[in-house]
Nanobody, 124 residues
Framework: QVQLVESGGGLVQAGGSLRLSCAAS????????MGWYRQAPGKQRELVASITITFNSTNYADSVKGRFTISGHNANNTVYLQMNSLKPEDTAVYYC?????????????????WGQGTQVTVSS
């Protein structure tokens, strides 16, 4: 199996910055893409940013473009989310997501995994 461990959440004032990290470990043949989602109270989980590991292409929600930057470290299966100019509406639980190919010796498996979530709170 695959485990995703997130870190870096916390409380910050509006206009401040935080950096989230997510490290993937376990039975990994290849990580195809990683991303960050968030879920605020009473709202659906939404994509914040994603990155394809092989081509290093990125995708952002309109609400975070120009403020957040996603990056990946292929060698250690880690993805980062640098969040600048934070706003109170960025307050949510942030979840790491990974699209992973596993190989058991005779079969390839393709699965999606989630981290446990990390709270980001932005005060006004």
């Amino acid at each position: 199996q695959v485990q995703l461990v997130e870190s870096g959440g916390g409380l910050v004032q509006a206009g401040g910055s935080l950096r989230l990290s997510c490290a993937a470990s376990g039975s990994i043949f290849r990580i195809n893409a990683m991303g960050w989602y968030r879920q605020a109270p009473g709202k659906q989980r939404e994509l914040v940013a994603s990155i394809t590991i092989t081509f290093n292409s990125t995708n952002y929600a309109d609400s975070v473009k120009g403020r957040f930057t996603i990056s990946g470290h292929n060698a250690n299966n880690t993805v980062y989310l640098q969040m600048n100019s934070l706003k109170p509406e960025d307050t949510a639980v942030y979840y790491c997501n990974a699209d992973v190919t596993r190989y058991t010796g005779d079969t390839f498996y393709h699965n999606t995994y989630w981290g446990q979530g990390t709270q980001v709170t932005v005060s006004s």
